[in-house]
C-alpha cells in the first residue's frame, strides 16, 4: 500500500471517530425527544455540565477519565467508546472496501468516485444511528433515511464515469418505473397522512430506564477490547495475502469488522428490557386491526404503483416514449460521461425496489399472521439503503439479517427468553455484509441463474 493510500486510511479513519463522537449525540437525544442541536455542546447527564473539548476527544476521552465524568464521577455508558469505535471500523472498512481491497472493482478513483463514497459513509452512520435507537426502544427515525435519500440521490446524479458501470444499473423501463413511483410517493405524502404518524406509532416514548443516568459498572475492558481491534484492524491492511495462506487479506479483515459488529451487537441484546416489554404490549393491542393497517397501507401505495406501472407501459410498449425516454438517459449537459438523470434514477430505483421488498414482506405477512410483522421503520431503512447502495444490496442484505438475528435469538436464549427482537440492527448487519461481500454474492446468484435456465432449457450448457 502506497503512502499516500496510508494517508487516506488514517484520515477516514480519524474522520470516523469525529463522527462517532457526533452521532453518540445523535443517539441520546434523538432517543429522548431533544433537539440535536440546542444546547450546541455536550454535557452531563448527571450533573448537566458542559463537556470540555479535552474530555470531548473519541474514545481517548473515555478512557482517559477512566469511563466517568470528571465533575460528578457519574459512569459514562460504554456505549460511547463502542460507537465511536464502530464507526471507525466501518469507515475504514468502507475505505479498504472501495479502494484497496477486490470488493467493488467499480470504485477505483477517490478523485472520480467521492460523491458515491461519501454516499456510503452517510449510509453507514445512518446505519449506526437507527441500530442505536432501535436497541433502546425498538423505533427507528425515518427523518434519518430521508436524508440519506436525499444524499445517495444527489450522489449519484454526480456520479455517472464509465468505471461506474459494474455497479448495479436500472433497466431503461425500471428506471422509468422507479421515477414515476418516487413521483407518486412524494404525491401521497402530500396529500395523506399516514395513520402510523397521526397515531404517535412512532413516536419517541421509552421505557422510564432510558432516561435515567448511566450504570455504575465501568465499561473500560471494552473499551479498551474496542481500541485494541481498531489498531489490530488497520495493521492488518498492511498484511500480503501471502502472510495469510490462500486467504485474502481483505476478505480476513473484512470478516474481523463482522465478528465485531455481530457481537456487540448479541452482547447488547443478552438481557431483557422494559422497552422489550412495552413493544409486545403494542403488537398485541395492534393486532385486531393489523390487517385493516396493511389495507390502509396498499391503497396509500397505490397512486405509486399506478404511475410507476404507466410509465414502464409507456416506456416499453410505444416507439416514441421509449425514444424520448433513453435520449433523456443519455443526456449530458457537459462534455464527457456525466449524465445526472441516469444517474438520479439510479438512486430512485434502488430505492423504489428497496423498499418495495420490504413493504411487500411487510404487507404479506402482516395479512397472513394477522399482526405487525416487519416495522415500518425498517422497510425505510432498507429504501435509504437502495438509493445509496442499490437494490441488490438491499436483497442480499435482508436475506443475510434473517439468518444473523436467528443465530442471535438462539444465543439469548441461553440468558433470556426472547419474543421480541429488534431486526433494524441485524439488517443493518446484514446491508453492511451485503455491501462488503457485493461480488462474490453476485457471481454466485449469476452462477444459480445460469444453471437454472439452463434446466429450464433457456440456455444452452
Not at 427523518?143 to 449519484?156: C, K, L, P, Q, S
Not at 438481557?271 to 396493511?294: G, K, M, N
Not at 416514449?321 to 439510479?346: K, Q
Request: proline share 5%; charged share 15%; aromatic share 10%.
Amino acid at each position: 500500500m502506497t503512502s499516500h493510500q496510508w494517508i487516506w486510511l488514517v484520515a477516514v479513519a480519524l474522520f470516523g471517530a469525529c463522527i462517532g463522537s457526533f452521532l453518540n449525540v445523535v443517539i441520546y437525544r434523538l432517543a429522548r425527544g431533544m433537539s440535536v442541536h440546542r444546547p450546541a455542546r455536550s454535557f452531563c447527564p448527571g450533573c448537566e455540565r458542559t463537556i470540555g473539548w479535552y474530555d470531548n476527544i473519541p474514545l481517548v476521552s473515555y478512557l482517559a477519565l477512566g469511563g466517568r465524568c470528571r465533575h460528578c464521577g457519574m459512569a459514562i455508558s460504554v456505549r460511547y467508546p463502542v460507537i465511536e469505535a464502530l464507526t471507525v471500523l466501518l469507515f475504514v472498512l468502507a475505505y479498504d472496501m472501495f479502494f484497496l481491497g477486490p470488493a467493488r472493482p467499480e470504485f477505483c478513483d477517490l478523485g472520480t468516485d467521492w460523491p458515491v463514497f461519501l454516499a456510503h459513509l452517510v449510509l453507514l452512520a445512518a446505519l449506526v444511528v437507527t441500530s442505536a435507537i432501535d436497541i433502546e426502544g425498538y423505533w427507528i427515525d425515518v427523518t434519518i433515511t430521508y436524508a440519506v435519500v436525499i444524499v445517495g440521490t444527489v450522489a449519484h446524479a454526480l456520479w455517472t464515469p464509465q468505471t461506474s458501470a459494474a455497479f448495479p444499473r436500472p433497466w431503461s423501463v425500471t428506471a422509468a418505473g422507479a421515477a414515476a413511483a418516487t413521483i407518486g410517493l412524494v404525491l401521497a405524502a402530500v396529500f395523506w397522512r399516514r395513520k402510523e404518524y397521526d397515531s404517535g406509532a412512532e413516536s419517541n416514548d421509552l421505557p422510564e430506564e432510558s432516561d435515567r443516568p448511566a450504570r455504575s459498572r465501568s465499561g473500560l475492558p471494552v473499551a479498551w477490547l474496542m481500541a485494541v481491534v481498531i489498531v489490530v484492524w488497520i495493521g492488518m491492511v498492511g498484511v500480503d495475502a501471502d502472510r495469510l495462506g490462500d486467504v485474502d487479506a481483505f476478505w480476513v479483515r473484512a470478516g474481523v469488522v463482522m465478528a465485531t459488529c455481530f457481537l456487540v451487537l448479541v452482547c447488547v441484546g443478552m438481557s431483557p428490557t422494559q422497552a422489550e416489554a412495552d413493544v409486545l404490549e403494542a403488537i398485541h393491542e395492534e393486532r385486531p386491526q393489523a390487517r385493516r393497517e396493511a389495507g390502509a397501507e396498499l391503497a396509500w401505495l397505490a397512486p405509486s404503483i399506478v404511475l410507476g406501472i404507466l410509465a414502464a407501459v409507456v416506456v416499453s410498449c410505444t416507439a416514441a416514449g421509449g425514444r424520448l425516454w433513453e435520449e433523456a438517459l443519455a443526456w449530458t449537459p457537459l462534455e464527457g460521461s456525466w449524465r445526472p438523470i441516469w444517474g438520479m434514477t439510479t438512486a430512485l430505483s434502488g430505492f423504489v425496489v428497496g423498499g418495495a421488498i420490504g413493504w411487500g414482506v411487510r404487507i404479506v405477512f402482516t395479512l397472513v399472521l394477522g399482526k405487525e410483522a416487519f416495522g415500518l421503520g425498517d422497510v425505510h431503512l432498507m429504501a435509504a439503503a437502495g438509493a445509496v447502495a442499490g437494490w441488490p444490496v438491499v436483497a442480499a442484505g435482508f436475506f443475510l439479517a434473517c439468518p444473523l438475528a436467528v443465530a442471535a435469538v438462539l444465543l439469548w436464549l441461553v440468558r433470556k427468553r426472547s419474543r421480541a427482537v429488534w431486526f433494524g440492527p441485524w439488517l443493518s448487519l446484514g446491508l453492511v455484509a451485503a455491501m462488503t461481500f457485493y461480488a462474490p454474492i453476485a457471481a454466485r446468484v449469476g452462477t444459480m441463474l445460469e444453471v437454472l435456465g439452463w434446466l429450464a432449457g433457456a440456455t444452452d450448457p
